[in-house]
């Protein structure tokens, strides 16, 4: 929509709320909900005031900033029957009314502008795995530290007797009635479509209690948009059914975690620039995009997996990537290229180790960063040592990937260079803030450290 067509929604479907929703530094949504009568046409030019500093973006003494609504990403939701029209908000300084540099999404933009000589067009197409549960309770105190989880569909209910269960690793691609989640998925892909999201499919996943949604392929900027937009309308419609929804990389012990693979290519002039007669049908600028970004991983990792819960994914026997290593049709490498990809157009790249815990407009354009770079300074991924490797990952010493958030977090302050868009002062807060949550983690006694040390 443009502005008028905004305007124009409104008052034929005789909405009384206007939703604005903006990133917060660290990836959720906040939103301000304006009466109708005080939203007009001048909301696209003056915005409206907020205080930056509560969203991670400013120090508290100079906090006072604008959001102004971008049209083109309006839908119209319900809460309670109430229609609401909604739109993806970017933050603006007061002073100049500029855009804001810390601002995630004009970090995206400002990277897609960065890279013209290059690409014309990032496309991009994530998959997002998350967990469904019915029953979620955590606490941590000085003298009780504790998480519980149920779901009528998890393996541990196999005692319950009359039920379909889904077995412990046995769930992909699983049919009804051991699969007790199509209907709400149906239901979020549904309003997903309704709201324009492009949803190639979904399905059951490996783990008990976890499910996936594929996009096809679409514009960087969209892709990071309809990122927050899933999120928001898997928890909306969860809720209905009674469910609690967790993108967690890793909620679950001995079970498969959540990823959110990236497929990827860039186009310039029209044309599929991935597409080649080198390895596995890649072009050169598409090998040399690997090759950018297996050599940044370790510092790309702070933004693609930026919690604590990332690094317990990214262990062996879980289809999760330990190793900076790229090949063909092989699930256990940090880049796999797809076999099953046939079309030219579509020739393309996934990127297995981030997941949804990311802020997905820093995470993106780090990653797109990572892979021109690359193009940039013709990094050779073979001839750098990432392979193409072919067997399991996990038996060999490669190319390891970091370990902890720490190590991602120490990377980048060894290893910024190739985050041309990203404020510095951004990334020393970033680093500052994940090292903190690191710290907080560490310092709290873990129930397995009963079990090893208690008699000691």
């Known amino acids: 929509m443009n502005i008028g067509q905004v305007l124009k929604v409104v008052d034929q479907e005789g909405i009384d709320f206007i939703d604005l929703k903006v990133v917060d530094l660290w990836g959720r949504w906040r939103h301000v909900t304006l009466a109708r009568d005080n939203f007009s046409e001048k909301t696209f030019k003056e915005g409206v005031g907020f205080d930056a500093s509560n969203l991670g973006y400013a120090d508290v003494f100079s906090s006072d900033m604008v959001i102004i609504p971008d049209p083109e990403t309006a839908f119209v939701e319900e809460y309670d029957g109430e229609k609401v029209l909604s739109m993806i908000c970017d933050v603006y300084e007061v002073d100049n009314m500029q855009p804001c540099s810390h601002d995630p999404r004009t970090i995206l933009k400002k990277t897609l502008e960065s890279i013209g000589d290059i690409a014309d067009e990032v496309y991009l197409g994530p998959e997002y795995e998350f967990h469904i549960f019915e029953d979620v309770r955590y606490k941590i105190s000085s003298n009780e530290v504790m998480f519980q989880v149920d779901s009528s569909e998890g393996f541990w209910k196999s005692g319950e007797a009359g039920e379909y269960f889904v077995g412990r690793k046995k769930g992909y691609h699983r ?259 994940k090292l903190q949550e690191e710290r907080q983690v560490l310092s709290i006694p873990h129930p397995k450290e009963y079990d090893l040390y208690f008699d000691v």
């Open 175 to 433: 049919i009804p009635p051991f699969d007790r989640l199509m209907e709400v998925r149906n239901a979020i892909v549904k309003k997903l479509i309704e709201y324009g999201v492009p949803v190639k499919y979904h399905h059951h996943e490996v783990g008990t209690c976890q499910v996936e949604i594929e996009l096809q392929l679409v514009d960087a900027l969209h892709a990071a948009d309809y990122t927050m937009l899933i999120k928001h309308v898997a928890r909306m419609v969860a809720r209905e059914f009674g469910y609690i929804i967790t993108f967690m990389p890793k909620p679950l012990y001995d079970e498969a975690g959540n990823g959110m693979h990236v497929h990827q290519f860039l186009k310039k002039d029209g044309k599929n620039i991935f597409d080649g007669n080198k390895l596995y049908n890649l072009s050169q600028e598409a090998l040399y995009y690997i090759g950018g970004i297996l050599k940044n991983a370790s510092s790309l990792m702070a933004f693609t997996n930026p919690s604590t819960n990332s690094y317990r994914r990214l262990v062996p026997g879980f289809e999760a990537p330990t190793n900076a290593v790229f090949a063909l049709a092989n699930r256990t490498a940090a880049i796999r290229i797809p076999a099953y990809v046939k079309d030219p157009e579509k020739r393309r790249v996934e990127f297995r180790t981030i997941d949804a815990t990311c802020n997905p407009y820093l995470a993106y354009a780090a990653m797109i960063l990572a892979g021109i770079q690359g193009i940039r300074d013709q990094i050779d991924p073979t001839t750098e040592g990432f392979g193409p490797f072919e067997g399991d990952m996990y038996e060999k010493d490669l190319k390891p990937l970091p370990k902890s958030l720490e190590e991602s977090c120490n990377a980048v302050i060894a290893n910024d260079k190739f985050l041309s868009t990203f404020p510095r002062e951004l990334t020393e807060h970033w680093v500052k803030v």
